[in-house]
Each structure stands twice: as C-alpha cells, then as structure tokens.
C-alpha cells in the first residue's frame, strides 16, 4: 500500500511540474538570445518565465503543506495576473510597437496592487486564520465565516476580486491580441506577395485556444481546488492541455523572426513620390501587362514597393487601386496569378512534375502557401484537381 502511495505522489509531481519546466525552458532559450535583435522572442522570454513562477506556485500547492503555500500565495496572485497583459504585450512587439514602452507598466497595477496587499495582510494573520483561509477559501473557495476577523475577510475579499479581474482579463486581451493579429494579417497582405513566416495565423488560433482552456479553468476553479487534491486524473487534463500549448507557443515563437521592425524596413524602401493621383485605368492597364506579359507574380519575393518602382507610381495609388479595382489584396491579387498560371502547368505538359516544383515554378514561397492559395481560388485541393487531370489523361 505504501508502494502505491509513493507512486501515486511520483505521477502527481510529473503532473503538477511539466507545466513548470516546459516554460521555463522556452524562457531560458528566448532570455538568452540578442535582445537588440528580436525585441518579441526576448519578451515571449520573460512570459515563459513568469508562467514557470506561476504554474510552480500551483505546484506547491498540491505537493506542499499549507505552511509552505500560504508563503507564495501573493507571488500565486502576482503571476496569475500578470500572464495575460504579458502575452498581449508580446503580440504588440510582433505587430505594432517597436520597442518596450514605459506605459505598460498600467497592465500589471491591478497584479502589483492586489498582490502587494495579500502579502502584506497575510503577514497580519494568526497561524488559526491562515488555516481557515487555506481551507475555506483557497480550497473550497468559500467564504469565511462572520465571526472572522477583519483582516482575514479583506484578503478573502482581494483574492476573490483577483480571480474576477482575471477573467476579465482573459477575454479582453484576448480578444484585443486577436484583433491585433488580425490587422497585422491584413497589413501585410496588401505589401507581400509571399506571407510564409509573416501572418500570425497561429497567434490568432493561440488566443481562441487559450480563451476556451481558461474558460474551462475558469470553471474548474469555481468548483474549488480542493477538488483536484487527490484526484490525480482531473488535475492531469488541464496539466497536460497548458502544458502542450506552451510548448507550441515556444515552436512557434521560436521560428517567428518577422516582426512589426522587419515590416518597418522594408516599408522604408523608396517609392515614386506624385502629387497627383495617376488615372486608374493607366495605371490599371500598366500593372495588368507587369503580371500577364512580365509575369512578375513569378518573383516569390515580390512586395508592393517593387511594383511601385517599375510602374513609378506611390504604393498608396497602387494599394487603393488593387483593393477597389480588384476587389482584393495585393497578396490576394499575386496569388490568383500563381494560382492561374499552375493549372496551367497541371493541364500540360508537367503534370507528372512533383506539386513542390509546381509550386516553385509559380512562384509560391512554399507548398502550404500554394495548397491553401489553390484551395482559395479554385474551391478545389491541388491534390484532388490533379488526380483528376491525371485520371482524364489515362482514359
């Protein structure tokens, strides 16, 4: 019986540290790496780190003593409200600041107020209260009762207000980080013609993800954490769905060089200056010759400043008369001519060709930009639209 006790303890301390060390090394990694060079990855850095403190502090709850706890519960607090106002500062440093700013220290008042306050009343509380704050409130989430000491119902009454301020938390800078993402994408679109490695696709699925498993957190902490103490099976779901997400985050994180500084050196390449807004059926006819006779779109590097230069016109002209003439983006726009001139490859001669060169032969940056720019146009997979032509070929 003692040996399953022990191993019992020995899966609850796998479970309870990987959200810890997963983060941690990603922290580690970005902390260490040039800060001049990716302002974003250094702070994604500190969030890991932070998120390690929090989860650790988590941990200690469910394999420590009340004692060693109640120690770390304002730092449980200082975290807890400190992740998502991090996570959201690091999607501005990807999409719109260049640099860190000294009013972001406004995001962290209400973790720095709340949590202050809990560290200096627990110093205040006798070893009976802290008991009861222990159990009642931070296990079962309760109240305390009315003949409970000021002082125990003000840090009752901090840690309860700290929750609610984090599901606040939760849905407003996560939802403010996907519209973030959202006009970045839209951003680019009309500059780039190959958007691999630089739409935030993935930060927008990040932040649905993490506003479904907070909710879903949410609701466990609601039921109380006494629930989880010795239930090894519910504490390992959320274990393992914040642990995975973190380690996603680091991947991504990781291979995301782009950022709002990259966009901005680019953008500074110089375009024709005009006073006057050229004719839009000129200028119209002159970039339908660039992508029909040229075949400029073949160029996977293409940007919009380049188009400007040879047609001597401002990107704005070019970008308005892209977005209302044809109705799309100017990556949109380059993509359809991609898209185009493969099935054109696809219905001759190289259809045998693998879809990898076709893609190359098109222009497109790589195969998934290709697969889902196919997709867009046609309606239709590459794969399935070349099967077909492949069958139609052997009858």
Not at 159 to 184: P, V
Not at 262 to 272: A, G, I, L, R
Not at 374 to 392: C, I, R
């Amino acid at each position: 019986m003692h040996n399953f006790d022990n191993i019992g303890f020995l899966l609850r301390e796998v479970i309870v540290l990987t959200p810890v060390f997963i983060p941690l090394f990603w922290g580690l990694v970005f902390i260490t790496s040039e800060f001049s060079k990716n302002k974003a990855r250094y702070w994604l850095g500190i969030f890991m780190i932070v998120t390690a403190t929090l989860y650790g502090c988590h941990a200690l709850f469910f394999l420590t003593t009340m004692d060693v706890y109640i120690k770390t519960d304002w730092l449980y607090n200082l975290t807890s409200l400190s992740v998502y106002p991090m996570y959201y500062i690091y999607i501005r440093l990807l999409t719109c600041d260049v640099k860190l700013k000294k009013n972001y220290i406004t995001h962290f008042l209400p973790a720095i107020i709340l949590s202050s306050s809990l560290l200096i009343i627990s110093l205040t509380l006798t070893h009976e209260e802290k008991v009861h704050y222990y159990e009642i409130v931070l296990k079962e989430y309760g109240m305390p009762g009315f003949g409970a000491s000021s002082a125990l119902k003000l840090m009752s009454v901090i840690f309860y207000l700290s929750r609610i301020i984090f599901g606040f938390q939760t849905i407003i800078y996560l939802i403010l980080g996907y519209i973030l993402a959202t006009r970045h994408n839209k951003r680019i679109a009309n500059f780039y013609s190959n958007m691999q490695g630089r739409e935030l696709i993935w930060v927008k699925m990040l932040s649905i993800s993490f506003l479904i498993t907070s909710c879903a957190s949410s609701v466990a902490n609601i039921l109380g954490r006494g629930l989880f103490i010795d239930n090894n099976s519910m504490l390992a779901f959320p274990a393992f769905i914040f642990s995975t997400m973190f380690f996603i985050i680091g991947i991504l994180g990781n291979n995301q060089n782009f950022t709002v500084n990259t966009f901005n050196e680019d953008e500074e390449t110089e375009c024709p200056e005009e006073n006057e807004n050229p004719k839009n059926i000129k200028l119209k006819n002159n970039l339908i010759k660039l992508l029909e006779v040229n075949k400029r779109f073949l160029d996977p590097e293409l940007k919009i400043t380049d188009l400007c230069r040879e047609l001597n016109t401002n990107r704005t002209y070019l970008s308005n008369l892209i977005n209302t003439e044809f109705q799309l983006s100017f990556n949109d726009l380059i993509n359809k001519y991609r898209t185009e001139y493969a099935i054109t490859l696809l219905n001759g001669d190289n259809i045998n060709y693998s879809l990898q060169v076709i893609a190359t032969e098109s222009g497109f940056g790589s195969l998934s930009s290709f697969n889902r720019a196919f997709k867009k146009n046609t309606g239709t997979t590459v794969t399935v639209f070349k099967s077909t032509n492949l069958q139609s070929a052997i009858n």
